[in-house]
C-alpha cells in the first residue's frame, strides 16, 4: 500500500475504433494497465472515445481532451498514457493541453525494456531503440521544458540550439550503438556457428505466457520467471537431453501486441535464434480471455522477423487458470470464449492433425509435462533423423 502511495498515478487513454468491441478495448486496456504497473505506475481511471480514427492532431476530440485535462486535475494523476503510438506533433499538441507528462504505448513499453535490460547486449539493443524513438520527439520535450521554465521556446532562442545540439549528440550515439551491436552480432553469430548440428527448438509466445517456466521444466535450469510483462529480454540457450537425444532450447523475449518497430529493429539479432530455429513451441495462455488474438499477434511478429515458415507446436498453458461458464439452454446471447469448455478448446485444436500439433498443459502445476516432453522428443528425433539419416544410435 505505501508504495501504491508513492508511485506515479496515471490515466489510460483508448479510442475505440468503427467495428471494434468495447469489451476487446477494455482487455486492451487491462493490458496497458499491466504495462503501466509493470513500469511501476498505479492507474487511477481509464477514458475512452467512440470515433472513426484517433485524431491526426491531439488523438481524441478537443472536448474529450479537456475532460482529461480535468479528471487528472482531479485524481492526482501525473501521467497520462495512451494506447497507441503518438506522432511527434500529436504529443506535442497534447502538452499544450494536458499539465502532466505524457506517455503513449511506445514510449511505455520502451521505459519498462530500459528498467529490465541487464546485459550489455540487451542495454545496448534498448538504447538504441529509445533514441530513435526520442530523435523525431525532440522539439516537443524541449517545448514542453520552456514552459515549465517560463521561457518563450521562440525559433532561434536557447532552446531551438538546444535541440540542434542533442540531435547531434542521439545522433552519433546512435551511429556508435549501431556498430557495437554489430560487433556483439558477428560474436554470437561465430558461438550459433560453434554449436555444431544440434536441431534448435526454439521457445515464442506472447509475453507472460510461462515460456521461461517451460524451459525451466524441460532444461532443468534456473532461468529467471515472473508474474511480469517482459520478464525475459534476453535470448537464454540452454542445451537439453531427453532420452539420450540431445538439442538446444532457446527462450527469447515475448511479443506483445504493438510492439515498437524500433524494438522488432533493434531485437532481430536477438532473435537469430528464433530464425534459426527447427522447431518452435508456440506457447500460449489459454486462461487469457483474448488468446486468439495473441496467437495472431505471435504469428504476424513471426513473418516480420522472416519466421513464419517454421514448423510449430502449440502448447497452451495455464490450463488450471481456465474459466467456464455453461450456457443456459434458453440462454439466446451470442456465445463468449467463457461458454466454451476446455475439452471443446482441446478436441478443435487435436482436430487439426499433425500439420498443427498441440498440447494442453499447466507448467506451474507440472500437469502433462510429461506428454509434453513425450511428443518434443518425436518431433526433435524426427528433425535428427532427417539430417543425420544414418546416425541413429543415439536411440
Given at each position: 500500500m505505501e508504495n501504491n502511495m508513492m508511485a506515479e498515478r496515471a490515466l489510460l487513454v483508448a479510442v475505440i475504433r468503427n467495428r471494434q468491441e468495447e469489451d476487446l478495448v477494455a482487455e486492451w486496456?487491462?493490458?496497458l494497465e499491466f504495462l503501466a504497473e509493470t513500469a511501476g505506475i498505479v492507474t487511477v481511471g481509464r477514458v475512452t472515445q467512440k470515433m472513426d480514427s484517433p485524431n491526426p492532431k491531439i488523438y481524441v476530440g478537443p472536448g474529450k481532451l479537456e475532460e482529461i485535462a480535468a479528471m487528472a486535475r482531479e485524481m492526482e494523476a501525473g501521467v497520462v498514457i495512451f494506447d497507441d503510438e503518438l506522432s511527434p506533433s500529436q504529443t506535442r499538441n497534447i502538452g499544450k493541453e494536458l499539465p502532466v507528462r505524457i506517455i503513449?504505448?511506445?514510449?511505455?513499453?520502451?521505459?519498462i525494456f530500459l528498467q529490465r535490460a541487464t546485459t550489455a547486449y540487451a542495454?545496448?539493443?534498448?538504447?538504441?531503440a529509445n533514441y530513435q524513438y526520442m530523435l523525431p520527439r525532440l522539439t516537443g520535450l524541449w517545448t514542453h521544458l520552456e514552459r515549465q521554465r517560463g521561457g518563450t521556446g521562440t525559433r532561434g532562442g536557447a532552446g531551438e540550439r538546444e535541440i540542434e545540439t542533442d540531435r547531434r549528440v542521439i545522433r552519433h550515439r546512435i551511429t556508435l550503438l549501431k556498430e557495437e551491436l554489430t560487433r556483439i552480432d558477428r560474436q554470437m553469430a561465430t558461438q550459433r556457428g560453434n554449436r555444431g548440428g544440434m536441431?534448435?527448438?526454439?521457445?515464442?509466445?506472447?509475453?507472460?505466457?510461462?515460456?521461461?517456466?517451460?524451459m525451466n521444466l524441460l532444461s532443468k535450469s534456473d532461468v529467471f520467471a515472473e508474474n511480469k510483462l517482459f520478464a525475459t529480454l534476453d535470448t537464454t540457450v540452454r542445451k537439453v537431453v531427453l532420452d539420450n537425444l540431445?538439442?538446444?532450447?532457446?527462450?527469447?523475449?515475448?511479443?506483445?501486441r504493438k510492439l515498437p518497430h524500433q524494438l522488432v529493429e533493434s531485437f532481430k539479432?536477438?532473435?537469430?535464434?528464433?530464425?534459426e530455429a527447427d522447431l518452435l513451441l508456440h506457447v500460449v495462455d489459454i486462461s487469457h480471455p483474448g488468446f486468439e488474438e495473441q496467437i495472431e499477434v505471435v504469428r504476424q511478429t513471426l513473418a516480420e522477423i522472416g519466421a513464419a515458415d517454421k514448423p510449430v507446436f502449440m502448447v497452451f498453458n495455464k490450463i488450471d487458470a481456465y474459466t467456464y461458464i455453461r450456457k443456459d439452454a434458453d440462454d439466446l446471447t451470442p456465445a463468449t470464449r467463457e461458454n466454451i469448455s476446455l475439452d471443446e478448446l482441446r478436441r478443435s485444436w487435436m482436430a487439426r492433425g499433425s500439420s498443427s500439433p498441440a498440447?494442453?498443459?499447466s507448467a506451474a502445476l507440472r500437469t502433462n509435462i510429461d506428454a509434453l516432453r513425450s511428443q518434443l522428443y518425436t518431433m526433435v528425433r524426427e528433425i535428427h533423423e532427417g539430417r543425420y539419416p544414418f546416425n541413429n544410435?543415439?536411440?
Amino acid at each position: 500500500m505505501e508504495n501504491n502511495m508513492m508511485a506515479e498515478r496515471a490515466l489510460l487513454v483508448a479510442v475505440i475504433r468503427n467495428r471494434q468491441e468495447e469489451d476487446l478495448v477494455a482487455e486492451w486496456l487491462d493490458e496497458l494497465e499491466f504495462l503501466a504497473e509493470t513500469a511501476g505506475i498505479v492507474t487511477v481511471g481509464r477514458v475512452t472515445q467512440k470515433m472513426d480514427s484517433p485524431n491526426p492532431k491531439i488523438y481524441v476530440g478537443p472536448g474529450k481532451l479537456e475532460e482529461i485535462a480535468a479528471m487528472a486535475r482531479e485524481m492526482e494523476a501525473g501521467v497520462v498514457i495512451f494506447d497507441d503510438e503518438l506522432s511527434p506533433s500529436q504529443t506535442r499538441n497534447i502538452g499544450k493541453e494536458l499539465p502532466v507528462r505524457i506517455i503513449d504505448r511506445t514510449k511505455l513499453i520502451l521505459d519498462i525494456f530500459l528498467q529490465r535490460a541487464t546485459t550489455a547486449y540487451a542495454k545496448t539493443q534498448v538504447e538504441l531503440a529509445n533514441y530513435q524513438y526520442m530523435l523525431p520527439r525532440l522539439t516537443g520535450l524541449w517545448t514542453h521544458l520552456e514552459r515549465q521554465r517560463g521561457g518563450t521556446g521562440t525559433r532561434g532562442g536557447a532552446g531551438e540550439r538546444e535541440i540542434e545540439t542533442d540531435r547531434r549528440v542521439i545522433r552519433h550515439r546512435i551511429t556508435l550503438l549501431k556498430e557495437e551491436l554489430t560487433r556483439i552480432d558477428r560474436q554470437m553469430a561465430t558461438q550459433r556457428g560453434n554449436r555444431g548440428g544440434m536441431v534448435r527448438v526454439g521457445l515464442v509466445g506472447y509475453t507472460n505466457v510461462g515460456k521461461s517456466t517451460i524451459m525451466n521444466l524441460l532444461s532443468k535450469s534456473d532461468v529467471f520467471a515472473e508474474n511480469k510483462l517482459f520478464a525475459t529480454l534476453d535470448t537464454t540457450v540452454r542445451k537439453v537431453v531427453l532420452d539420450n537425444l540431445p538439442f538446444l532450447l532457446a527462450d527469447t523475449v515475448g511479443f506483445i501486441r504493438k510492439l515498437p518497430h524500433q524494438l522488432v529493429e533493434s531485437f532481430k539479432s536477438t532473435l537469430d535464434e528464433v530464425r534459426e530455429a527447427d522447431l518452435l513451441l508456440h506457447v500460449v495462455d489459454i486462461s487469457h480471455p483474448g488468446f486468439e488474438e495473441q496467437i495472431e499477434v505471435v504469428r504476424q511478429t513471426l513473418a516480420e522477423i522472416g519466421a513464419a515458415d517454421k514448423p510449430v507446436f502449440m502448447v497452451f498453458n495455464k490450463i488450471d487458470a481456465y474459466t467456464y461458464i455453461r450456457k443456459d439452454a434458453d440462454d439466446l446471447t451470442p456465445a463468449t470464449r467463457e461458454n466454451i469448455s476446455l475439452d471443446e478448446l482441446r478436441r478443435s485444436w487435436m482436430a487439426r492433425g499433425s500439420s498443427s500439433p498441440a498440447i494442453f498443459i499447466s507448467a506451474a502445476l507440472r500437469t502433462n509435462i510429461d506428454a509434453l516432453r513425450s511428443q518434443l522428443y518425436t518431433m526433435v528425433r524426427e528433425i535428427h533423423e532427417g539430417r543425420y539419416p544414418f546416425n541413429n544410435f543415439l536411440y
